[in-house]
Each structure stands twice: as structure tokens, then as C-alpha cells.
């Protein structure tokens, strides 16, 4: 995993809201602080009680841009986020290119859900400074447990 003072990887990954199929670049996020939040799979229980309490609750991380990153394909997130009123940018990285360049991706299975999971990402957090340079990376081998978001919120209020 990428690790605190790393150069963040710039990517560029489709996203799917109503104006269409947009690309989402974290060097269009330069000068401003971002959270990127891994998940593995839309449509689970775990993801959709993290994505709706992030979506409710975006005012609290201090004017970064928050984006949701997962291996499902941009269609399938655009309905998920409509079934369930995210609010969140969903970016996909359907070839898991970004979670094997964040050092995030399982390389078989999840262990905990004995699931062949290969590629996809772990549950994993980082913030993204406006220099682009990792300032928080926290990520999980168990798919059922969330990022410290007290301990994401603080670290962006101290990057204000």
C-alpha cells in the first residue's frame, strides 16, 4: 500500500452521472484536498451504508472532493448511487488499475469471505493534499470494515 509522503498516481476513470460518461482525473482535483474511498462492489450492504453516510454527511469533510472508487463498470454505479441517493463522485477503475497502482487491490481472495476477489479493491482510504502528495492511507483486508472517518475528518481539518 501506498504509504503517508508517496506522490499520489494520477488517474483518469470513467464516471457515469446524468450528463452522460465524464472522466474523473485526480490532477483536475490539484490545489484542493481529495479523499479517495476504495470499495469493493456496489450493491453490498457494507458499501451502501458507507456511501450513504458519506453522502449525507459530505459537508464534514472540510471542501475536499470525496471520490468513490470501485472495479463495477460506470453504468452500475450511476444506478446504485440513483437506487440509493449517493451523492458521492463514483469513479471505476474496471481494470483495477488504479487499486494495483494504490498497492490496494486483493490479489485472490478476501480471506474473511473466502470470496475469489482477485484485482479488486480492498476497503481503503486516502487523502490526496493539494500538492498531490498522500497525507492519510488507511486500508483493509476485511471488506465489512470502514475507513476511521474521525480519524480522515481531523487530518483534513489539520490540512485546511
Known amino acids: 500500500m501506498l504509504t503517508v509522503g508517496t506522490t499520489a498516481p494520477d488517474f483518469a476513470l470513467s464516471s457515469k452521472n446524468a450528463d452522460g460518461l465524464n472522466l474523473v482525473k485526480l490532477s483536475d482535483h490539484k490545489g484542493k484536498n481529495v479523499v479517495l474511498l476504495f470499495f469493493p462492489m456496489v450493491y453490498t450492504s457494507v458499501c451502501t ?3 450513504c453516510s458519506v453522502s449525507k454527511g459530505l459537508s464534514d469533510f472540510s ?7 470501485s472495479g463495477d463498470n460506470p453504468f452500475a454505479q450511476e444506478a446504485w448511487a440513483q437506487k440509493e441517493g449517493i451523492t458521492v463522485t463514483l469513479a471505476s477503475d474496471y481494470d483495477h488499475k488504479v487499486a494495483q497502482a494504490y498497492g490496494i487491490a486483493y490479489t485472490q481472495f478476501a480471506p474473511q469471505l473466502n470470496l475469489p476477489m482477485g484485482g479488486v479493491a480492498k476497503r481503503s482510504a486516502f487523502i490526496v493534499d ?4 498522500i497525507q492519510y492511507a488507511e486500508s483493509h483486508d476485511d ?6 472517518f474521525d480519524a480522515i475528518k481531523a487530518k483534513l481539518a489539520e490540512l485546511k
Open 63 to 69: 471542501g475536499a472532493s470525496v471520490i468513490g472508487i
Open 130 to 133: 493539494k500538492n498531490g502528495v
Open 143 to 148: 471488506p465489512r470494515e470502514l475507513p476511521n
Open 49 to 51: 451504508d458507507e456511501f
